[in-house]
């Protein structure tokens, strides 16, 4: 678990090895991502909804939703972003299937909970 855990690719599954897989992980891992709040805001929402207003209750779904529409968001653009930059570092021919979806679903984890754990401190893009 430790080797998972560090990123070290031999203990890896392989939707994880490579590295490409890796750029993406430490690209995901150096931002800041909305998703990262949808567990923390749908607590929120069940909270509010025992609430005994009307008018909080209401408009807790629609905000939920919103959310969400922002979370899908900012994972289209991450995907398309991390494409854009694998194709720039490893060649325009060989990118790997499936790399803005594995970044865009890593954005919606929260970082503590990220496995293999995060390599990078935010703000520190890979070059």
């Known amino acids: 678990r430790v080797g998972m855990a560090n990123g070290e690719d031999r203990y890896l599954p392989v939707r994880d090895k490579g590295?490409?897989?890796r750029f993406a992980r430490d690209f995901v891992d150096a931002g800041w991502h909305i998703g990262e709040g949808v567990m923390p805001f749908m607590v929120v929402v069940i909270i509010a909804t025992l609430i005994p207003?009307?008018?909080i209750q209401f408009w807790a779904f629609p905000a939920l939703w919103i959310f969400i529409l922002f979370v899908v968001g900012d994972?289209?653009?991450t995907s398309i972003r991390i494409k854009r930059a694998v194709r720039a570092k490893f060649g325009e021919t060989k990118l790997e299937k499936g790399?803005?979806?594995y970044?865009?679903?890593r954005t919606v984890q929260m970082r503590f909970m990220r496995l293999p754990k995060p390599q990078v401190r935010r703000g520190l893009y890979p070059a």
Do not use: F, H, T
């Open 75 to 77: 994972m289209i653009i």
């Open 19 to 21: 590295p490409q897989r």
């Open 103 to 105: 970044a865009a679903m």
């Open 99 to 101: 790399v803005g979806w």
């Open 53 to 55: 207003n009307p008018m």
